[in-house]
């Protein structure tokens, strides 16, 4: 007895670290609510994954968009952990499926401005003369995306009730389902008087391409200070985000923390399209609006009967019963199982179509090779990444049907091809290799080829491969990012060495001249004082473009502090040609700078320094230029100072 006690407890360890490893690897779940169109919506959050999973790297993080009714189904069956939505449907969630209060209000961002509230914008046709007031729409046909959502039909039906005009009574209002886009499209074609959408969706239209401005018209303009939104109502406090009660609180608290940070990550927020998440709203004044509106949750008496209770834990009863049931039949199933394995025959057909059934279900392409490099089977991943079917590459040489050729163009020969290489030596090869399509185009896949050895003797290879350009492409914009300036793309101090260096080497080599400008904006911080951030960012932008458009191609323009430039011109015939690209670049700054009916007016201090006449290296260039430029402030501004030793 002692033993079997012993073997017990053993096994219930290791059921419970087993079970914890479980609870370590599942994913966060992040449901949002699609008032745009779902694909669009999940395109937009999904780079908030990667910036929670660099905050918490020990988990991963999932975004999922929902419409209305399957937000709230996913939050009832417990498949998401936290929620986004509208502050309306918050409440909704919070009174009947105990969502907590908010972790965080999001802030969005329009034209460089933070943005925490929103409202609700009613248009028509602009060419409706007729309707002009809120009182106007009275016994007129409206549209709406859904009677849930807050921006699109709530905040609207509290300005009408206001108004005097109480919906649905004394109006027709008809649904039309998310995305908010299609309430626009039904009133453009002429279907309905007005239309209710939240702010923000119209510009967002626009800018698509899905939507010209100039046809509709704004009802119930308000004119908020610092909100630059067309807007018909109040202003609510933008979309909460929460957590379920089943959300661990450690994980909830880190969550919380990484999405106030999250307006430090620039490439995160720009992706998305916000500003980042403040502390929680106050919600109480959308509690308010819907209880005077009698909105769900808030539309009537509850009461509770034996049959809401029946109701209530009915898909809980139903699915004890269904597990049940679903453990008798695997019981079954197995014992079925082991009796036919029995068989050696049968035995074998189960393990063949197993293998086959893992093949079409794996997402990466395999496909295996005999001694002569003939395809004798691909998998159905495979053949959609390259295009093919089936009967056109087994028993052909897979080389010579979609690896003939390297990215530029050239042939591969195939003795060079890992494939053949591992046929003759029986070694597992793994790299990055370029795959060719039936259609003509190409991608890099990274790839395994693992031999067949049987009694000892190469009989064929396995190949596994999948398509790398996405890690490709982000790759390349990493490097971008490392490289060059965020606010105006221009190379940043780490690319400018790099040339720099480069062009000193060239320059000894065929003993040219180089020339390195330090060039300072004058008069720059007090108009950033004065006209903020946003204005001050403008004018860095359009700084750059003037001076890119002096420069040549093979020069180089970049952003080393925050009103500071470099200017390397890789090669000159004398000092007079570098003074003349000074003098463009002064002369193009001098230029006024047009923003919002008003000119901005700044001039800059350039210092220049050369090679070989006044520096030997890279440190030199870099310091004598910055005293020149220092010179030209002492001079009075506005200058160009070449220079001299007597400087230093």
């Given at each position: 007895m002692p033993s079997i006690y012993r073997t017990l407890l053993t096994l219930l360890c290791i059921a419970g670290m087993l079970w914890s490893s479980?609870?370590?690897?599942?994913?966060?779940?992040?449901?949002?609510?699609?008032?745009?169109?779902?694909?669009?919506?999940?395109?937009?959050?999904?780079?908030?994954?990667?910036?929670?999973?660099?905050?918490?790297?020990?988990?991963?993080?999932?975004?999922?968009t929902y419409t209305y009714p399957e937000l709230e189904q996913a939050v009832s069956e417990k498949r998401v952990d936290f929620v986004l939505t509208n502050p309306a449907h918050f409440i909704l969630l919070s009174r009947r499926l105990g969502v907590s209060a908010p972790l965080a209000t999001l802030i969005i961002e329009d034209n460089g401005l933070p943005l925490s509230a929103f409202g609700g914008v009613i248009f028509t046709l602009a060419e409706r003369t007729d309707l002009n007031e809120l009182a106007d729409l009275k016994g007129k046909r409206l549209v709406t995306p859904d009677l849930g959502s807050f921006g699109g039909y709530q905040a609207q039906a509290y300005e009408l009730a206001l108004a005097g005009v109480r919906l649905p009574?004394?109006?027709?209002?008809?649904?039309?389902?998310?995305?908010?886009?299609?309430?626009?499209?039904?009133?453009?074609?002429?279907?309905?008087?007005?239309?209710?959408?939240?702010?923000?969706?119209?510009?967002?239209m626009a800018r698509e391409g899905k939507l010209d401005m100039s046809k509709i018209r704004i009802l119930n303009r308000q004119h908020i200070a610092n909100f630059p939104l067309p807007l018909s109502t109040r202003l609510y406090p933008e979309w909460?985000?929460?957590?379920?009660?089943?959300?661990?609180?450690?994980?909830?608290?880190?969550?919380a923390a990484a999405l106030f940070q999250l307006e430090e990550d620039k490439a995160a927020t720009r992706a998305i399209g916000i500003r980042g998440f403040t502390t929680p709203s106050d919600y109480s004044q959308v509690e308010e609006l819907q209880r005077e509106l009698r909105l769900p949750p808030f539309d009537g008496t509850p009461k509770f009967t034996l049959h809401d209770v029946w109701t209530r834990y009915y898909w809980q009863s139903v699915?004890?019963?269904?597990?049940?049931?679903?453990?008798?039949?695997?019981?079954?199933?197995?014992?079925?199982?082991?009796?036919?394995?029995?068989?050696?025959?049968?035995?074998?057909?189960?393990?063949?179509?197993?293998?086959?059934?893992?093949?079409?279900?794996?997402?990466?392409?395999?496909?295996g090779v005999n001694h002569d490099g003939r395809c004798i089977f691909i998998n159905p991943a495979a053949l959609r990444m390259l295009g093919f079917g089936e009967d056109e590459v087994t028993g052909y040489d897979q080389h010579a049907i979609f690896h003939h050729h390297r990215p530029d163009g050239s042939v591969y020969?195939?003795?060079?091809?890992?494939?053949?290489?591992?046929?003759?030596?029986?070694?597992?090869?793994?790299?990055?290799?370029?795959?060719?399509?039936?259609?003509?185009?190409?991608?890099?896949?990274?790839?395994?080829?693992?031999?067949?050895?049987?009694?000892?003797?190469?009989?064929?290879?396995?190949?596994?491969?999948?398509?790398?350009?996405?890690?490709?492409?982000?790759?390349?914009?990493?490097?971008?990012?490392?490289?060059?300036?965020?606010?105006?793309?221009?190379?940043?101090?780490?690319?400018?060495?790099d040339r720099l260096q480069q062009a000193l080497s060239y320059a000894k080599r065929d003993k040219q001249r180089v020339a390195l400008m330090f060039i300072d904006l004058d008069r720059f911080k007090p108009i950033n004082d004065t006209l903020g951030h946003v204005?001050?960012?403008?004018?860095?932008?359009?700084?750059?473009?003037?001076?890119?458009?002096?420069?040549?191609?093979?020069?180089?323009?970049?952003?080393?502090?925050?009103?500071?430039?470099?200017?390397?011109?890789?090669?000159?015939?004398?000092?007079?040609?570098?003074?003349?690209?000074?003098?463009?670049?002064?002369?193009?700054?001098?230029?006024?700078?047009?923003?919002?009916?008003?000119?901005?007016?700044i001039s800059c201090s350039i210092g220049m320094a050369l090679f070989p006449e006044h520096a030997k290296n890279e440190t030199e260039m870099m310091n004598y230029a910055d005293i020149a430029m220092y010179q030209a402030k002492q001079r009075g501004r506005d200058k160009v100072q070449v220079f001299a030793p007597a400087c230093n």
């Open positions: 479980f609870a370590a690897a599942q994913t966060v779940q992040i449901g949002v609510l699609a008032f745009r169109p779902k694909a669009e919506m999940l395109k937009q959050w999904q780079p908030l994954e990667k910036a929670l999973k660099r905050a918490i790297p020990q988990h991963d993080f999932r975004i999922v009574g004394d109006a027709a209002i008809q649904v039309v389902g998310m995305p908010h886009d299609n309430a626009v499209y039904a009133v453009l074609k002429g279907g309905f008087d007005a239309g209710f959408v939240r702010t923000g969706l119209l510009e967002s909460p985000f929460a957590a379920l009660p089943h959300a661990d609180g450690n994980i909830s608290r880190r969550v699915s004890a019963v269904s597990a049940g049931l679903v453990i008798l039949l695997l019981t079954i199933s197995l014992f079925l199982v082991n009796r036919s394995l029995k068989s050696k025959s049968v035995k074998l057909e189960y393990e063949t179509r197993l293998r086959h059934g893992l093949l079409d279900a794996l997402g990466e392409g395999v496909y020969p195939g003795h060079d091809c890992p494939v053949y290489l591992s046929l003759i030596d029986g070694q597992t090869r793994s790299g990055e290799e370029w795959f060719w399509r039936k259609d003509g185009t190409g991608f890099p896949v990274a790839i395994t080829v693992s031999p067949n050895l049987v009694d000892g003797g190469n009989k064929g290879a396995v190949v596994v491969f999948h398509d790398i350009t996405e890690r490709k492409l982000n790759d390349e914009r990493i490097r971008h990012l490392a490289q060059h300036d965020t606010l105006t793309d221009l190379p940043n101090r780490a690319l400018l060495t204005v001050g960012d403008w004018l860095l932008k359009q700084v750059s473009s003037r001076m890119r458009e002096c420069v040549r191609d093979s020069d180089t323009v970049a952003r080393v502090g925050g009103d500071e430039f470099v200017v390397l011109l890789r090669s000159i015939e004398s000092t007079a040609d570098a003074v003349m690209v000074a003098e463009k670049i002064r002369s193009a700054l001098n230029r006024p700078f047009d923003l919002a009916q008003q000119s901005l007016h």
